[in-house]
């Protein structure tokens, strides 16, 4: 089952364009929004093509005032959110305890390896008080997990130094609530 760590280590160097990099005029809102499922859509209608959706995937940002744009040397445009703009579909664990590593896939292929570089928060889900459980993606942009997962996570919970339970990836704890 090294499938998401093959993947991994074949998208090293590739990734995001430098999407913080750049400082384009704004250019308005075109109608491009992210579903609470994650689905993209253009002016209320579904994007169907997922090389499309990867594409924009590659330049979305959030900035620091907590929107999120499609950015381009060019031109930045507003994209709405709903939650995250990315779900946490796939997950491998390598190892256990202490010395385990959790990779995940989103539903737009990135291949994010949970540590102290892209961690795990946890955040209630209203109205019900649940736990939403979040993955960094990169720059300001994270993948909610999907309930699936969730369940495969709470199984890999273990105790952490100072007796909460949590989970344990690349040598980083990221403890549950409560």
């Known amino acids: 089952m090294e499938r998401l760590e093959d993947l991994l280590k074949a998208a090293e160097g590739r990734g995001a364009a430098p999407v913080e990099l750049w400082d384009p005029p704004y250019c308005g ?12 859509h253009y002016q209320g209608s579904p994007i169907p ?4 959706v990867k594409l924009f995937a590659r330049v979305l940002r959030r900035d620091a005032d907590g929107r999120f744009y499609l950015v381009t040397p060019a031109e930045k445009v507003d994209v709405a959110v709903a939650d995250a703009p990315f779900l ?29 570089d892209h961690p ?16 960094h993606v990169r720059g300001r942009l994270e993948a909610l997990v999907t309930r699936a997962l969730v369940y495969d996570l709470v199984e890999r919970a273990a105790e952490g130094s100072d007796g909460h339970l949590g989970l ?11």
Do not use: H
């Open 29 to 40: 809102d075109i109608g491009l929004s992210v579903s609470r499922d994650g689905r993209w």
């Open 49 to 52: 093509r997922p090389a499309l």
């Open 88 to 116: 946490a579909v796939e997950m491998q664990g390598l190892g256990s305890g202490r010395g385990q590593t959790l990779l995940f896939r989103t539903n737009v292929d990135d291949v994010v390896r949970c540590g102290p």
């Open 120 to 135: 795990l928060r946890f955040a209630a889900a209203d109205p019900t008080g649940g736990l939403k459980p979040y993955l």
């Open 168 to 178: 344990w990836s690349d040598g980083a704890f990221f403890p549950l609530p409560g």
